[in-house]
């Protein structure tokens, strides 16, 4: 059974830096053809896939973030950690790991984290 | 604002049938396989539909997906109230080199 969850700080200041952790089970990036990505929802808003980090140590970012994001993983931990540089309160929203799975032809997110909330406020 | 453009919302009865659509471009719907997810406030997404039309173990078949050129669709017989939530496609854009969603759609069953 796959699970993941997220973990830090429910409340970060302007300009200060996010560090996220998603801890998972169930799974190993060894086994190939995997990731995890982090996916956020501002109040209101759509979903946003910001990074994705796959077993082979390929990384993708959102173009729009990617000079703000890092995402690591480390294998022996079962953790994968996403940092967001320069918070604003317009990244207040819930943020999400979530499994990707190779299927046919691209990654597709199966399983998810219950969620993070982080609000951005001085 | 997503470069896969869904209807912002979409209602029907219980019982009725509805579908949702995701339009994009030959860089990402019309090259790659789509996703679906199902979000419910305060709940994490939910996988609905992989590679455009698979459903993963445990949803049932009153979901369906498929795709035409550049525009993927969502199908949900039967509905129920159950069913109403937020709908997100999902899919890689090889222009961005970035995983994208849609911008959701919200289903009212009334």
């Known amino acids: 059974q796959i699970t993941l969850k997220e973990s830090g700080p429910a409340l970060v200041r302007p300009t200060q830096t996010l560090t996220l952790t998603c801890t998972f089970s169930g799974f190993s990036f060894s086994s190939g053809r995997v990731g995890v990505g982090w996916i956020r929802q501002p109040p209101g808003k759509a979903l946003e896939c910001l990074a994705i980090?796959?077993?082979?140590?390929?990384?993708r970012y959102s173009p729009s973030l990617k000079s703000r994001l890092t995402i690591t993983k480390d294998t022996s931990k079962n953790q994968v950690v996403l940092t967001m540089t320069n918070m604003d309160p317009v990244d207040t929203g819930t943020y999400y790991c979530?499994?990707?799975?190779?299927?046919?032809?691209?990654?597709?997110?199966?399983?998810w984290g219950q969620g993070a909330l982080v609000t951005v406020s001085s | 604002q997503s470069v896969l453009t869904q209807p912002p919302s979409v209602s029907a009865a219980p019982g009725q049938k509805v579908t949702i659509s995701c339009s994009g471009s030959?860089?990402?719907?019309?090259?790659?396989?789509v996703s679906w997810y199902q979000k419910v406030p305060g709940t994490a997404p939910k996988l609905l539909i992989y590679?455009?039309?698979k459903r993963p173990s445990g949803i049932p078949d009153r979901f369906s997906g498929s795709k035409s050129g550049a525009t993927a669709t969502l199908g949900i017989t039967g509905l129920q109230t159950g069913d109403e939530a937020n709908y997100y496609c999902?899919?890689?854009?090889?222009?961005?080199?970035?995983?994208?969603f849609g911008g959701g759609t919200k289903l009212t069953v009334l």
């Open positions: 980090i796959y077993w082979d140590d390929d990384l």
């Open positions: 590679d455009n039309d």
């Open positions: 979530a499994h990707a799975l190779y299927g046919l032809g691209s990654y597709h997110f199966d399983y």
């Open positions: 999902g899919t890689w854009a090889t222009s961005l080199n970035a995983w994208v």
């Open positions: 030959n860089v990402d719907v019309g090259n790659n396989y």
